[in-house]
């Protein structure tokens, strides 16, 4: 993704400074390789990783992010991030379907987290949006507090923006803001 929006039209309702933590995982650092039918021009993980931060930075969020094609990297990274993150969005991606480890460690955090993905991964493989493989059920939509897929790199738009919204919402999660 050679150009990335350095303007978005939505405001947030919150002043509190959000930390969120993006998490890609296997086959993700791959990402400017993949197939382009599933996953656009996007160049790189580092691009992705930009355009992330760009809406961030634009709703006065801090992003942290992460790709590794190692789940024990992504485990030690949500041990040593969760002191310091309000909420995680993840793509799975490798782990869709196995993952045990890293869902167990993003619930033991105790907060919020979006999965996301490129493609829908509910979709058949003849489908516009769905998987060369697919459809796919994902060990990690049953503990998610939301999910984002089937638009591309739109899909972290999507997570990010609705997950600071609601950290943003004083009754999110039945619970008081900080």
């Known amino acids: 993704m ?11 309702p919150g002043q509190r400074n959000l930390h969120i933590t993006l998490i890609d995982g296997p086959n993700m650092p ?32 801090t992003v942290e992010t992460i790709a590794s094609n190692h789940e024990g990297n992504i485990l030690d990274f949500i041990h040593e991030s969760a002191t310091r993150t ?5 793509n799975p991606a490798g782990l869709t379907k196995t993952g045990e480890p890293t869902r167990h460690a993003l619930e033991e955090t105790g907060k919020p987290w979006v999965e996301t993905h ?5 979709a058949p493989p003849w489908s516009g949006r769905g ?16 999910m984002s897929m089937g ?24 619970k008081q803001a900080e």
């Open 2 to 12: 050679d150009e990335t929006p350095t303007q978005y039209a939505w405001q947030r």
């Open 30 to 61: 791959n990402l400017g390789n993949r197939n382009k039918r599933v996953y656009g021009p996007i160049s790189s993980i580092e691009a992705l990783h930009d355009y992330v931060k760009q809406i961030g930075a634009s709703l006065g969020v």
């Open 86 to 90: 309000d909420a995680y969005i993840l």
């Open 118 to 122: 490129f493609s829908n991964i509910s």
């Open 131 to 146: 998987l060369p493989g697919g459809p796919w059920e994902s060990n990690f939509t049953r503990s998610a507090t939301g």
């Open 151 to 174: 638009l591309r790199h739109h899909s972290y738009l999507g997570a990010f923006v609705s997950l600071v919204s609601a950290l943003d919402d004083a009754d999110f999660l039945g």
